[in-house]
């Protein structure tokens, strides 16, 4: 099962008090105050681990509860610290607060590591509050409280190369003509039903990685189809593939289809490069295929295949490689990949996305929770109606 989003809620630890407490000894009068400090809570930490391919694994890991911090004691003693709680997720994972859409973090490295809560600090002891004055302090400092948080966590999939186009279009079946992936393949729309990836063998050694997106529907952007839910691994590509079947009445008209669409999701996505494939050409002839050279766009590469027969691939490859490595893409790269990965959500789409795919958990009083681990670490702790 491929699963790219996940809501989990989020708890830090909350950080131990100070104690209160006056040194006794037989042979040390007036010994004074000497309560320690109370330990750090856990922090709540995301971590890259390149292993993982999907957020399957907290699909069923809904609560995330750091330690909290232990109180301090007599005779300066400090108190435990809190255990952190490390959430590992694949490379590629942005992470937005639940409640306003705001962007919290890119997990985009092996090993990256964001702390998205931190623990409580720990209170003073009553040792710190003595003075010339007040010589015998009766008081500590609580612990820094506890924070929550829902957090949506979504995987864009890192690619070098993202195919786009209608159901139908010839996109799995290229995947699987240049490489060793084996997505499904019939004669029936939306047989994708989830992204996949192929590492496409390139001349001396070199290589690059193919995603093969669902397909894309005319008001995609708006929800329709299976679009809205995919069209945000696009944003990860470095270059965009458009694919429209050669036997199409208006190819023109497709590509002009898929590149609005684009347009409505996300501005920034047209300022990629773009390559236009044109598939299934095994069905065309040479004389066809030159008329329709002169009606396609001229402000992009323009390709003639065919994955059955293997017409065009090599030339496709090349294609790509330049524009994949043209200094220009490069510099695209640096200045918009930024800005598109640190996008806030749009809360009005936010909602309904979430619905529709079952993630729409609520805050639940805490006797309804079952199985949270040892009560005792949630003494202190209580849900609030979302």
Same mark, same amino acid.
């Given at each position: 099962m491929f699963a790219d989003r996940a809501k989990i809620y989020l708890? /830090?630890?909350?950080?131990?008090?100070? @104690?209160?407490?006056?040194?006794?000894?037989?042979?040390?009068?007036?010994g004074g105050p000497d309560g320690g400090d109370g330990g750090k809570g856990g922090s709540v930490i995301l971590k890259g681990n390149r292993?993982?391919?999907?957020? +399957? @694994? *907290?699909?069923? $890991?809904?609560h995330a509860f750091a330690e909290n911090g232990g109180n301090g004691g007599s005779n300066k003693c400090f108190g435990k610290d809190g255990n952190d709680v490390i959430i590992e997720v694949p490379c590629g994972t942005v992470a937005y607060d639940a409640e306003t859409g705001e962007y919290l973090c890119d997990i985009t490295d092996d090993g990256q590591e964001v702390v998205l809560l931190k623990g409580g600090r720990g209170g003073l002891g009553n040792w710190h509050f003595r003075t010339a004055t007040r010589q015998a302090p009766r008081f500590a400092q609580p612990g820094e409280p506890a924070q929550e948080l829902m957090v949506v966590l979504e995987l864009k999939l890192l690619a070098d190369v993202g195919l786009v186009g209608f159901p139908n279009a010839g996109k799995s079946t290229l995947l699987s003509a240049i490489s060793a992936a084996k997505p499904k393949i019939a004669n029936y729309p939306f047989t994708t039903l989830e992204p996949n990836l192929g590492i496409v063998s390139y001349r001396e050694g070199k290589s690059f990685v193919m995603?093969?997106?669902?397909?894309?529907?005319?008001?995609?952007? $708006?929800?329709?189809?299976?679009?809205?839910?995919?069209?945000? @691994?696009?944003?990860r590509n470095s270059l965009l593939l458009f694919m429209v079947p050669g036997d199409t009445d208006n190819i023109r008209r497709e590509y002009e289809i898929l590149l !609005?669409? +684009?347009?409505?999701? !996300?501005?920034?996505?047209?300022?990629? @490069?773009?390559?236009?494939?044109?598939?299934?050409?095994?069905?065309?002839? $040479?004389? *066809?295929? $030159?008329?329709?050279?002169?009606?396609?766009?001229?402000?992009?590469?323009?390709?003639?295949? /065919?994955?059955?027969?293997?017409?065009? *691939?090599?030339?496709?490859?090349?294609?790509?490689?330049?524009?994949?490595?043209?200094?220009s893409n490069k510099l695209a790269a640096i200045t918009t990949t930024e800005s598109i990965a640190h996008r806030d959500k749009d809360m009005t789409r936010f909602a309904e996305e979430l619905a529709d795919e079952g993630e729409d958990m609520e805050y639940v009083e805490l006797e309804d929770v079952e199985d949270l681990g040892d009560i005792e670490e949630l003494d202190d702790y209580e849900y609030t109606d979302a």
């Open positions: 708890k /830090s630890g909350k950080g131990g008090d100070g @104690h209160v407490s006056f040194r006794r000894e037989k042979y040390v009068p007036d292993n993982y391919w999907t957020l +399957l @694994h *907290l699909r069923y $890991e809904r995603a093969d997106i669902p397909g894309i529907i005319e008001g995609a952007s $708006e929800g329709k189809g299976l679009g809205l839910r995919f069209l945000r @691994h696009i944003e !609005n669409e +684009l347009r409505q999701f !996300n501005p920034e996505l047209l300022d990629k @490069h773009r390559v236009l494939a044109i598939t299934k050409c095994d069905l065309l002839d $040479e004389e *066809l295929i $030159e008329m329709l050279r002169a009606e396609l766009p001229d402000d992009l590469p323009v390709v003639f295949i /065919s994955a059955v027969t293997g017409y065009g *691939l090599d030339e496709l490859k090349d294609v790509l490689w330049d524009e994949m490595n043209a200094e």
